[in-house]
């Protein structure tokens, strides 16, 4: 579900065959940056573009300290366009 990467610690993509096609399934995915309030803590959540309401209304909990006490940080964006084979 959440990927959690902790600053002091650590998409789904698939390809099938459909019909003799080869074709690639590739989940959008958004990285949001939090605090924790209890102990400082700075870690990344990675979820699917889709689950960003879910992630607002259960925010995920510390990785360090397990608290639930965290803060969204307004983090910068970018992005990449796929590279040609």
Not at 11 to 38: I, N, Q, T
Not at 51 to 74: A, I, M, T, Y
């Amino acid at each position: 579900m959440f990927g959690l990467k902790s600053s002091s610690g650590s998409g789904r993509d698939g390809a099938g065959v459909a019909g003799g096609e080869l074709r690639s399934e590739v989940e959008v995915m958004a990285v949001y940056e939090f605090e924790c309030k209890a102990c400082g803590e700075h870690f990344e959540v990675s979820v699917p573009i889709s689950e960003h309401d879910r992630l607002k209304k259960r925010p995920p909990k510390c990785p360090k300290c397990g608290k639930s006490r965290v803060q969204q940080l307004v983090s910068s964006f970018s992005t990449k366009a796929p590279s040609k084979c």
